[in-house]
């Protein structure tokens, strides 16, 4: 029987074996000695011990405990960036005024105001929840600004000639509009928001996949280091394909390209 897959399937299909792929290769290496696997443990392993940690509730505890984190500062950077850069992609006297806090702040690396967040929230989950928030404002807010900029304006100049109200330019011309690059900002934020809930958890937390890996450091549990940042990476990656799949449905259009 000869069965045609679609394009979307085959992609799907890459996707999902390029990293088994890898993982196979690291076995072969580990099992023939050509990696020291004090240091690089086999797959086989790393998946024995996350079995082990599944078991014990431990990995569903800080996993718990990390995505309610991620969920909460997405939100809490995530929409105020969208109806920002809404505002500023579309009024320019805002823009310049923002625009060079947005330009200074940016490039200051997000981990190193990590003690003065502490100092301000505390070692509670407001802190970690404010880390997120902050990975995901700049990418969605920067984006959001350049998908609004690139509307051609003869959209926005239809909008004013029919009396459209700031609502109806929002909703029909600009967020629609810039939804490509908002999509894009929401992808890197997310990822910047992981890397830096790991990074708060380490810290000064006692639950999360961060957490985890700094405590499984202290006492040399390399098996479960490597739990924890595979757990990141699937869950980044699970993260991705539930964002491309919502891409997607909205842009329907720009899959062909």
Do not use: H
Not at 36 to 49: E, N, Q, S, W, Y
Not at 89 to 115: N, Q
């Amino acid at each position: 029987m000869n069965v045609k897959l679609g394009r979307r399937t085959r992609e799907r299909l890459v996707s999902f074996f390029s990293p088994l792929a890898l993982l196979l290769l690291w076995e072969l290496c580990a099992r023939a000695g050509w990696i020291d696997t004090r240091f690089f443990p086999a797959p086989t392993v790393i998946l024995a011990k996350l079995f082990e940690l599944a078991r014990s509730g431990d990995l569903w505890v800080n996993l718990s405990a990390s995505l309610q984190r991620l969920f909460w500062g997405s939100l809490l950077g995530g929409i105020p960036a969208l109806i920002l850069g809404l505002l500023m992609g579309l009024y320019r006297p805002l823009r310049i005024v923002i625009d060079p806090l947005i330009s200074a702040t940016y490039p200051i690396p997000k981990s190193a105001i990590l003690p003065l967040i502490l100092l301000v929230f505390g070692l509670g989950e407001m802190s970690k929840i404010v880390m997120v928030a902050l990975g995901m404002f700049y990418p969605v807010v920067i984006n959001t600004i350049i998908g609004v900029r690139q509307i051609d304006k003869i959209y926005l100049d239809v909008g004013k000639n029919f009396r459209a109200t700031q609502g109806q330019m929002f909703r029909t011309i600009a967020l629609p509009g810039a939804l490509p690059s908002i999509m894009a900002g929401i992808k890197l934020g997310i990822g910047m928001g992981l890397i830096l809930i790991v990074i708060a958890e380490m810290v000064g937390a006692k639950t999360g996949i961060g957490f985890m890996i700094w405590d499984a450091w202290q006492v040399l549990s390399v098996e479960t280091m490597y739990v924890g940042l595979i757990v990141i990476s699937i869950l980044g990656f699970c993260l991705t394909v539930i964002l491309n799949e919502i891409e997607a449905w909205l842009l329907p259009w720009s899959q062909d390209r």
